[in-house]
T-cell receptor
Framework: AQSVTQLGSHVSVSEGALVLLRCNYS??????LFWYVQYPNQGLQLLLK??????LVKGINGFEAEFKKSETSFHLTKPSAHMSDAAEYFC??????????FGAGTRLTVKP | DTAVSQTPKYLVTQMGNDKSIKCEQN?????MYWYKQDSKKFLKIMFS???????INETVPNRFSPKSPDKAHLNLHINSLELGDSAVYFC??????????FGPGTRLTVL
C-alpha cells in the first residue's frame, strides 16, 4: 500500500527566505506524487504533480518539487517566500488502485 | 464556472439528526470521492465511486451512506449524527493523471 510522510507539521520562514517542505513516500509501484495547498476555509488546490518523465516538476505560484527515487522523496521548494504562501500543504501519492493517500499536512507560516 | 461544488457550506445540527451533503462536478469525470478532514487537518478518504458504482469504502460507520444518482453527482447521507462526526467534508473528482479536484468543503458541526 502507498503512503506519504511529511516531516514537520509546522514550518516557519521569513518573507523572502527559501521554503522547503519535506515529503517521503512509500509505494509498491512507480508512484504518482502530488502537492496540494489549502488556504484557510477553502478546499485543496493542486500545486504540482509528478507522473513520469522529468523529475523536477514546476508548479503554480513559483513552487517546484523534485522526485528522487533513490531517496523516496518529493520535497517542495520555493526560492523566496511571500506572505500569501502561508497555508497548509499536503503531499499525496496515488497508487495501483488510483486512490490518493495524503500526508498529515505541513502548516507554513511566513513572518514579515 | 465552479468545477466541483458542494452544498451546504456550513451545517449545524443536533446529535441524533439525519443530514445530507450534496456534491456536483461539471468536469465530466467518472470517479468521485468523499473525504473527511478532522480538526488536526488530517484528510481521510471515506468513499470512492466510479460511474455510479462504489469502488472504495473505507472503515466508515454504516451511518454514512453515499448515493450517486449519476456520474456528475455524489451525495453523502449521515444518519444518527454523533459529536465525533463534526469535521469538514470534502468532495473531489478525479481527472487524467489521477489529479483530484476538490470542492470547497462542508463544515459539519454536531451539537
Amino acid at each position: 500500500a502507498q503512503s506519504v510522510t511529511q516531516l514537520g507539521s509546522h514550518v516557519s520562514v521569513s518573507e523572502g527566505a527559501l521554503v522547503l517542505l519535506r515529503c517521503n513516500y512509500s509505494s509498491s509501484v512507480p508512484p504518482y506524487l502530488f502537492w496540494y495547498v489549502q488556504y484557510p476555509n477553502q478546499g485543496l488546490q493542486l500545486l504540482l504533480k509528478y507522473t513520469t518523465g522529468a523529475t523536477l516538476v514546476k508548479g503554480i505560484n513559483g513552487f517546484e518539487a523534485e522526485f528522487k527515487k533513490s531517496e523516496t522523496s518529493f520535497h517542495l521548494t520555493k526560492p523566496s517566500a511571500h506572505m500569501s504562501d502561508a497555508a497548509e500543504y499536503f503531499c499525496a501519492v496515488s497508487g495501483p488502485a488510483r486512490d490518493m493517500r495524503f500526508g498529515a499536512g505541513t502548516r507554513l507560516t511566513v513572518k514579515p | 464556472d465552479t468545477a466541483v461544488s458542494q452544498t451546504p457550506k456550513y451545517l449545524v445540527t443536533q446529535m441524533g439528526n439525519d443530514k445530507s451533503i450534496k456534491c456536483e462536478q461539471n468536469l465530466g469525470h467518472d470517479t468521485m470521492y468523499w473525504y473527511k478532514q478532522d480538526s488536526k487537518k488530517f484528510l481521510k478518504i471515506m468513499f470512492s465511486y466510479n460511474n455510479k458504482e462504489l469502488i472504495i469504502n473505507e472503515t466508515v460507520p454504516n451511518r454514512f451512506s453515499p448515493k450517486s444518482p449519476d456520474k456528475a453527482h455524489l451525495n453523502l447521507h449521515i444518519n444518527s449524527l454523533e459529536l465525533g462526526d463534526s469535521a469538514v467534508y470534502f468532495c473531489a473528482s478525479r481527472g487524467v493523471g489521477d489529479e483530484q479536484f476538490f470542492g470547497p468543503g462542508t463544515r459539519l458541526t454536531v451539537l
